[in-house]
């Protein structure tokens, strides 16, 4: 990519940038944009209270960023909880480390860089290769300089990242002692109860735990088939039995003379429709009485005891010689509980996820037709080369447009597929929570980005432009190879950040799509109230773009240092702009309680282990043995302080304290809350979705109508 091109698409972002924000600082003070702005703290109020909720509107147009520098973390976890909170940490650290870089490599590695002698000929195409590590000569002493910011940079992330994962198990016990009450601690939630003939699913359970938890068993409740079109079967069939039960001479009225139907002579049949409603309700209760549950009950109960450690002990016990039976778990909390996905065998979950996996190579497959198409646009006189009906584009006046500003605006077109994609993957693999179906499309997102966005880039734009002399080389020097043309790919990666990442923040602010839809239904609908749904936080979306500019970020920082700047303006705007979102848009009715973190701790080891394999490959290339060796053996320190850290830490994120859990018990037991804690129990998953274990023919007299999140 040549200069002119980049810093065209520079310019279109940092106008569309300006623009949004500038427009944001105003829409967000007009009255009727509160329920698009300020949705979490309107959620926070009393309905008398909102109609007086106008001063936002007096606030200047930068009050939003000096209030999301002001809140602290206190406040970020009232709002985002402790998912926010790891979120916020993840970009704090991502700013603390590159800060770092970008003073050493900025100040030291980049003139090192800029004064070397190894681009020979300088071509337009060549313009950027010499602000990176390809301009250094072979056995340059300047070597040095890169070798010193490599390893500065390697020990302050370890330094970093075990602060981090410390405080975030910290975070994690403490959110235990804070909340006692909550039901999660005293519920599991178990499936693939086995099948008994002439039993229901509650009577096998129930004498399951009676018999092997008899002192700590409290109660369980069955997990029954709710779902709409069960809901309008169950509703159907009870309305033929009532129909063909009931005799029709009953209800006939003897009619002297022909009757216009009418408005006025609909009063004649009021008193009949009447007499016909309440015997059908009273036929319906007789058969919700009668009626057998067993058809429409689940292999999955929650199960609930008398303790927290009781709890515990039962997750982690296997409760039978086949592992596929009575699989024990921890329950998720009742707001996030994915009851879709509760009546799923669990025998069948295997083959959803091998389905899931096959699917997700496909759409791997897939994306690699546009990240082709992309790194064609880039190198847009090879694309001349190799298509020659094309030739004479490189001449036009728009050519820095095509090959600067095109390809990243393509890639992130297709790359908002990603994420709604990895979500339908993650709900088909059957996650019981909602807060691990967006975990699970997070991790899936992770990996794909990293292949799919930085690998495959990495690739093509070597194949791009070493086309007409790979067969030469051939593919032995394919280390080599990547080692020359890695850092070429920078200036397409920094336009991919302000395309993606710039722009993202803009459209994260102001949240267009919302904002139209209330217009719409303030000034063409004219509902008062106008349209401003409450989402959660689209953790499956932000943190992967985070985490793969964390990726860039080690990758390039010691190759091309000039990709840096571009991540620091990306990092610091996402600090304020996702703060001011957690506490003003998103609200949280579930999380994952801090578990985002290791993900988020294995993609910065998978960032080190890369930026040190890429720097052997390229010292080893310049004749810089001695670097080369040592950057090399930085891998083995990467991957035993990972080692360390998993073992220290990673327990606190499967398990929780039994120390803590047993204090818990007995400070309740002493003062005499533990009966009130466990009368709220039995009912805390009832309104939920689910029906009474301890009896199994009494319906519920109201349903649970369940609001899903907007995800």
């Known amino acids: 990519m040549i200069l002119p091109a980049l810093l065209t698409s520079a310019g279109f972002n940092i106008v569309i940038c300006v623009g949004f924000m500038s427009l944001y600082s105003i829409l967000r003070k007009q009255p009727y944009n509160l ?66 870089a970008s003073v050493l490599c900025i100040f030291i590695v980049l003139p090192v860089n800029l004064f070397g002698q190894g681009v020979e000929q300088r071509t337009p195409e060549s313009q950027m290769d010499i602000f990176t590590i390809a301009n250094v000569q072979e056995g340059s002493q300047g070597l040095w300089a890169h070798f010193f910011a490599l390893y500065v940079i390697s020990i302050v992330a370890y330094v970093l990242l075990y602060i981090e994962f410390k405080n975030v198990a910290r975070l994690r016990l403490e959110q235990v002692i804070r909340f006692p009450t909550k039901p999660s601690h005293f519920t599991v939630l178990v499936r693939g109860i086995p099948w008994s003939e002439g039993e229901s699913y509650s009577e096998v359970v129930r ?58 002579h609909m009063a004649g049949y009021a008193a009949p429709l009447k007499k016909v409603a309440s015997d059908i309700g009273t036929s319906v209760k007789k058969h919700k009485e009668k009626s057998d549950m067993k058809d429409q009950e689940c292999a999955a109960a929650f199960i609930f005891f008398r303790t927290r450690y009781a709890a515990m002990v039962a997750s982690h016990m ?67 080369n190799t298509f020659p009906s094309l030739r004479g584009i490189s001449q ?93 790919q920078a200036p397409f990666f920094m336009t991919y950040i302000m395309t993606t990442g710039w722009a993202s923040l803009a459209y994260e602010l102001m949240q267009p799509f919302v904002l139209i839809v209330n217009w719409i239904y303030q000034f063409v609908l004219m509902k008062k109230e106008g349209y401003g749904d409450l989402y959660t936080f ?14 860039l970020g080690f990758t390039f920082c010691i190759l091309a240092p000039l990709i840096l700047p571009f991540l620091m ?5 996402a600090y304020f702009v996702y703060r001011n979102q957690m506490l003003n848009v998103y609200i949280t009715r579930y999380d994952t309680n801090g578990s985002y973190w290791p993900v988020a701790h294995n993609a910065a080891i998978f960032a080190l282990i890369v930026m040190q394999a890429v720097a052997s490959i390229i010292f080893g290339m310049k004749n810089f043995g001695t670097a080369s060796t040592f950057a090399f053996v930085l891998i083995i320190f990467t991957s035993l302080f990972n080692l360390y850290c998993r073992h220290k830490f990673l327990p606190l994120f499967n398990n929780k304290a ?46 649970y109508k369940i609001t899903r999140s907007k995800e």
């Not at 689209?538 to 500019?549: D, I, K, M, N, Q």
């Open 35 to 100: 329920k698009v702005y300020f949705g979490q703290r309107l959620a926070q109020l009393q309905p008398g209270q909102k109609n007086h909720y106008f001063f936002d509107r007096l606030i200047p147009s930068a009050g939003w960023l000096v209030k999301a520098w002001e809140a602290t973390d206190d406040d970020i976890f009232a709002c985002g909880g402790i998912d926010g909170l790891v979120f916020i940490r993840l970009i704090v650290f991502c700013i603390r480390i590159f800060s770092v």
């Open 207 to 264: 004498k399951h735990f009676s018999s092997y938890y008899n002192s700590s068993y409290l109660a369980h409740q069955m997990v029954y088939r709710s779902g709409t079109i069960q809901r309008l079967m169950m509703d159907a069939e009870k309305m033929y039995k009532v129909i063909t039960e009931t005799p029709v001479n009953q209800y006939v009225q003897p009619i002297a003379q022909p009757i216009t139907v009418g408005v006025g």
């Open 318 to 384: 296997i409760q039978s010689k086949d592992p596929m039976l009575w699989v024990i778990d921890y329950a998720p909390e009742p707001h996030d509980v994915f009851w879709a996905n509760l009546c799923v065998p669990y025998r069948l979950l295997w083959i959803r996820k091998t389905l899931v996996f096959i699917g997700s190579i496909l759409f791997s497959l897939w994306f690699l037709l546009p990240t082709t198409l992309v790194q064609g646009l880039v190198n847009i006189e090879k694309l001349e």
């Open 396 to 488: 036009r006046r728009y050519v820095n447009i095509i090959s600067g500003y095109l390809p990243s605006l393509v890639l992130t077109c297709f790359v908002l597929l990603v994420p709604p994609v990895m979500m339908m993957f993650a709900t088909l693999e059957g996650s019981v929570s909602r807060s691990g179906r967006k975990k699970s499309a997070c991790c899936k997102a992770i990996i794909f980005f990293f292949w799919n966005i930085f690998f495959y880039n990495l690739f093509t734009g070597t194949w791009w432009d070493r086309m007409g002399r790979l067969t030469v080389t051939g593919l032995k020097d394919m280390a080599t190879l990547l080692g020359n043309l890695i850092p070429g």
């Open 538 to 551: 689209p953790y499956h979306t932000e943190v992967p773009r985070a985490l793969l500019f964390n990726l």
């Open 569 to 573: 303006v990306y990092f610091f705007f």
């Open 658 to 703: 039994a120390q803590d859990l047993i204090e818990m018990d007995r400070h309740d037991e002493n003062s005499g809350k533990l009966e009130e804690i466990l009368s709220r129990l039995l009912s805390s998953y009832n309104k939920f979705g689910s029906r009474s274990g301890n009896h199994p023919n009494d319906l519920l007299s109201a349903e």
